[in-house]
């Protein structure tokens, strides 16, 4: 079953830094599309960066300039680094990717979510 595992979220200051990852499991085919979403208590869930198969990115206007995604096809991972963090960025971040596994259906994935709180 394709798993995708995020890490690297925490407590951190206001100005601080995170690098979020996100990893993909064994079985997979290929990997078309990744992102990184978030969601905030109350809010809905909505697009923070999103890198394609051949490297292109697009960012949320809010985020822009602070945060970086980049992804290691060898490696099926995918990266944010988040700078210049504000309390605004705490929410519950996911990975998405839009994959073909060995096994089941083709289409979007979801990992679990990794907190990040940015204290002010």
């Known amino acids: 079953q394709v798993q995708l595992v995020e890490s690297g979220g925490g407590l951190v200051q206001a100005g601080g830094s995170l690098r979020l990852s996100c990893a993909a499991s064994?079985?997979?085919?290929?990997?078309?599309?990744m992102g990184w979403y978030r969601q905030a208590p109350g809010k809905q869930r909505e697009l923070v960066a999103a890198?394609?198969?051949?490297?292109?990115?697009n960012y949320a206007n809010s985020v822009k300039g602070r945060f970086t995604i980049s992804r290691d096809n060898a490696k099926n991972t995918m990266y944010l680094q988040m700078n210049s963090l504000k309390p605004e960025d705490t929410a519950v971040y996911y990975c998405?990717?839009?994959?073909?596994?060995?096994?089941?259906?083709?289409?979007?994935?979801w990992g679990q979510g990794t907190q990040v709180t940015v204290s002010s």
């Open positions: 998405n990717a839009r994959l073909t596994p060995y096994s089941g259906p083709p289409g979007p994935y």
């Open positions: 064994r079985g997979i085919v290929s990997i078309n599309a």
């Open positions: 890198i394609t198969g051949g490297g292109s990115t």
